[in-house]
């Protein structure tokens, strides 16, 4: 498959009612908060890993493990298939999505249920800043590091996520994605087309 097939026209086409929307940040960037503004407040089409933990800033504190973390993701990308499946005409993954590679099996569920994919960020003025700093990760490191802390204080409230994830997860950020570029990699990689995602089985319990 290469990236002018018509599949990926179809994909861009104002024709298509269906849209896979994917979230990119990182915690307290204002993520959700965007997430729910796409969606109209309608809760049923977003979905996300921290959802398999509570869906309480108390439930999710208590039952996460970095153990569980494949699972939730599994739990995710399954609920995600099965709404796609139903041909639900708006999905919203209210995932992190730092890198390239945590967008592509929302994408194979994109060519294989015929969904055009729509990426977006947190419009919060913080992550504005933030954006232009990732741009130049080197000369931008210390204030960097200084937003990682300040997100972390805002993740208190929330997930309470800690400084230092929250570091890494910006700096392994990838910027500028777009849909070409999740084209390009689809279509790089061996058997990509005949690939189904990793979405059959049933879903693990969330705990």
Partial sequence: MTPDHPIFDWMRSPENRNTLVLMRSVPSGG??????ELSGNDPSVIF???????????????????????????????????AMGRQLPLVIVDNT???IREMMPYFDMAV???????????????WKEISVLLLNKVENRAKIEAAA???AEKSLDSHCVPYESILKML???HTNVTLDDLIRVYCRRQGAQNAPPIVDQAPPEAP
């Fill in 97 to 99: 999505n730092t890198m």
């Fill in 149 to 151: 802390r300040m997100l």
């Fill in 171 to 173: 700096l392994r950020f």
């Fill in 112 to 126: 294989k249920y015929q969904y055009k994919v729509q990426i977006e960020e947190p419009t919060s003025p913080w």
């Fill in 31 to 36: 993520k959700s908060y965007r997430a729910r």
């Fill in 48 to 82: 996300s890993a921290d959802l398999f933990f509570g869906k309480t800033r108390d439930e999710y504190v208590a039952n996460w493990h970095k153990d569980k973390l494949s699972k939730a993701h599994h739990w995710c990308q399954w609920n995600t298939a099965n």
